[in-house]
């Protein structure tokens, strides 16, 4: 399961908006975008099951590994 409160954790830490990430996310080099909106909603919890793309795009953008975000349940 995806643990939100880590990603608002590593974003808030990096000085990073929500706003931030998206405009992050729309470089040409990553698979897809990740808007301000569907962010919050990761972070809240929400939505817990973002698609891999998303996921590759996020750790990229806050310099992680997608087993950060990810918690064994």
């Not at 750790?59 to 950060?68: G, P, R, S, T």
């Given at each position: 399961?995806?643990?939100?409160?880590?990603?608002?954790?590593?974003?808030?830490?990096m000085?990073?908006?929500?706003?931030?990430?998206e405009?992050?996310?729309?470089n040409?080099?990553?698979?897809?975008?990740?808007?301000?909106?569907?962010?919050?909603e990761?972070?809240?919890?929400?939505?817990?099951?973002?698609s891999?793309?998303?996921l590759?795009?996020?750790?990229?953008?806050?310099?992680?590994?997608?087993?950060d975000?990810?918690?064994?349940?």
């Amino acid at each position: 399961m995806l643990n939100g409160a880590l990603i608002r954790e590593v974003r808030n830490s990096m000085g990073y908006t929500t706003k931030d990430i998206e405009n992050l996310s729309l470089n040409e080099k990553y698979p897809t975008k990740i808007s301000k909106s569907y962010l919050e909603e990761l972070e809240r919890g929400d939505k817990t099951n973002p698609s891999f793309k998303k996921l590759i795009v996020l750790a990229k953008v806050l310099n992680c590994k997608i087993d950060d975000f990810v918690q064994m349940s």
